[in-house]
Nanobody, 123 residues
Framework: QVQVVESGGGLVQAGGSLRLSCAAS????????MGWFRQAPGKEREFVTS????????YYADSAKGRFTISRGNVKNTVYLQMNSLKPEDTAVYYC????????????????WGQGTQVTVSS
């Protein structure tokens, strides 16, 4: 049974940092692209960042470039999202997802999803 579990969300002031973690089990982790998405109240789920099988290629939404960093550890089957210089508009539920392909940036490309972790940035 595949499980994708996020952790690390919370409340932070604007300008602060958070590190999200995502642990995946029940799948050949090194054969899956991993991504982070977010969904704010009343809005559609949107792409934040993704990383390919090996970790050698990463993609970022414009809103995340220069502030967020995705990384993965294929030994621990974990992917991380380091978020710096957080803004109130980053407030959302953040979801980790796994795609059965080398790289993926769209919601429809992902096969497995976590339950999400809330990130709230106060002004």
């Amino acid at each position: 049974q595949v499980q994708v579990v996020e952790s690390g969300g919370g409340l932070v002031q604007a300008g602060g940092s958070l590190r999200l973690s995502c642990a995946a089990s029940g799948l050949p982790f090194s054969s899956f692209a991993m991504g982070w998405f977010r969904q704010a109240p009343g809005k559609e789920r949107e792409f934040v960042t993704s990383i390919n099988w090996s970790g050698g290629n990463t993609y970022y939404a414009d809103s995340a470039k220069g502030r967020f960093t995705i990384s993965r550890g294929n030994v621990k089957n974990t992917v991380y999202l380091q978020m710096n210089s957080l803004k109130p508009e980053d407030t959302a539920v953040y979801y980790c997802a796994a795609a059965r392909k080398n790289i993926a940036t769209r919601v429809v490309e992902y096969d497995y999803w976590g339950q999400g972790t809330q990130v709230t940035v106060s002004s």
